[in-house]
């Protein structure tokens, strides 16, 4: 069946067309990378963002938000997804995450569903996730994703168990209701934990062979990390980011080149102003074949 939320890639090499008939589950296929980044620049330009004291103020996870946004928009094989064993590419480039409503043991959770625009920049995902965040001031509020599995759950087990199966069923042959994955995490191009807001280091999150999603990013604890210069160790303020990724979307190299390019988004703050479809230049894909 076709899709609405993507475009079926027919002009694939070999590889890639036997790959997901020979590696069907996602779950099997998780890469795993760990990198990096020096904050020293970061923290100055979102201090001066912040000197116009906002009500929402700019954070390094609206920062990583938006790096990854752009990595996506510019890098296309990074919006691939394989499902039912076949390759497509996403129509919009979309970001996720849970927010806890309360840091309490039994503080609710809701989801955050970013759809992003070619011409945006950090102002515009700033805007965008203060929007989102503001209705979780109502403790009532609930997303259509949580409010949809609340109700299969106060259903008799009989029911709901059959009922669960179909969903997924329909899920797979691409017939479930648009509406029960608008929000859904899983059916964006990346998934993102904030670890670091609840003090705790880097790590990694399986993908899931539910949806349709190809990559999670963790944000670790930021703080005092070594970085090399010059052949000796310095101390600076950095965080680490872990990645879990589709192997199957694309090779090492292509990976290799994202992430370097993340790194420099980060490290070279002012990016960040500029469109998340505007090109990088010649110098700066020099600095990132030099990383």
């Known amino acids: 069946m076709g899709r609405t939320d993507a475009t079926y890639l027919k002009d694939i090499d070999g590889m890639h067309f036997i790959m997901p008939f020979l590696l069907p589950n996602r779950c099997d296929n998780q890469a795993y990378f760990t990198f990096q980044i020096d904050l020293t620049k970061l923290n100055e330009y979102v201090k001066k963002k912040n000197e116009s004291n906002p009500d ?15 990595i996506i928009t510019l890098r296309s094989k990074l919006s691939i997804f394989i499902h039912d064993k076949r390759m497509y590419k996403r129509n919009e480039v979309s970001a996720a995450f849970t927010v806890k409503q309360e840091f309490k043991d039994d503080g609710g959770e809701v989801l955050c569903f970013i759809h992003s625009k070619p011409e945006w920049n950090i102002d515009d995902v700033h805007d965008e996730l203060r929007r989102q965040l503001l209705k979780l001031k109502d403790r009532t509020y609930k997303d259509e994703s949580s409010g949809f599995m609340d109700k299969f759950n106060a259903l008799p087990k009989f029911i709901s168990r059959p009922l669960l199966d179909l969903v997924c069923w329909l899920e797979k042959v691409n017939l479930i209701p648009k509406a029960l994955i608008e929000t859904d995490p899983y059916h964006s191009s990346v998934v993102l934990a904030n670890l670091g807001s609840i003090g705790l280091p880097d790590g990694y999150h399986h993908l899931t062979n539910w949806g349709t999603t190809s990559m999670f990013i963790v944000i670790g604890k930021s703080g005092r990390m070594p970085f090399y210069e010059n052949d000796k160790v310095v101390f600076r303020d950095g965080v680490k ?37 505007e090109k990088l230049s010649d110098e700066l894909w020099e600095r990132i074949n030099m990383k």
């Open 56 to 70: 929402y103020k700019y954070n390094l996870f609206q920062c990583v938000v938006t790096a990854v946004l752009k």
């Open 241 to 277: 980011l872990g990645m879990t990724i589709d192997e199957r979307i694309a090779d090492g190299y292509y990976f290799s080149k994202s992430i370097k390019m993340l790194q420099l988004i980060l490290e070279e703050p002012e990016l960040l102003e500029r469109p998340l479809n």
